[in-house]
Nanobody
Framework: QVQLVESGGGLVQAGGSLRLSCAAS????????MGWFRQAPGEEREVVAS????????YYGDSVKGRFTISRDNAKNTVYLQMNSLKPEDTAVYYC????????????????WGQGTQVTVSS
């Protein structure tokens, strides 16, 4: 089992920044890829960014390229999502996930999820 706890969400004005954190515990060695996804009301869960748990490869959704940065700190078992130049359309619940498969952006291929953290961007 892997436990994931997200933090760092909140209310921010358009153009502002937030940093999300995802603290992982348990059998984290089973996670090949860690991903950030988001889900707005009435929408499907979509990939924001993902990163290899061991290695440097990253993946970004088209809508966040150039604005968001994913990183990790293996010593702290934590994955971060730095979000800059936020837009109202970034408003959603953001989830951290662990994929035991090598899945970059398919939500159904993720095995463990956190409880989510709300990000609201006002215009």
């Amino acid at each position: 089992q892997v436990q994931l706890v997200e933090s760092g969400g909140g209310l921010v004005q358009a153009g502002g920044s937030l940093r999300l954190s995802c603290a992982a515990s348990g059998r984290t060695y089973s996670c090949n890829v860690m991903g950030w996804f988001r889900q707005a009301p009435g929408e499907e869960r979509e990939v924001v960014a993902s990163i290899m748990w061991s290695g440097s490869n990253t993946y970004y959704g088209d809508s966040v390229k150039g604005r968001f940065t994913i990183s990790r700190d293996n010593a702290k078992n934590t994955v971060y999502l730095q979000m800059n130049s936020l837009k109202p359309e970034d408003t959603a619940v953001y989830y951290c996930g662990c994929s035991r498969a090598w899945s970059w952006g398919v939500a159904s291929a993720y095995d463990y999820w956190g409880q989510g953290t709300q990000v609201t961007v006002s215009s």
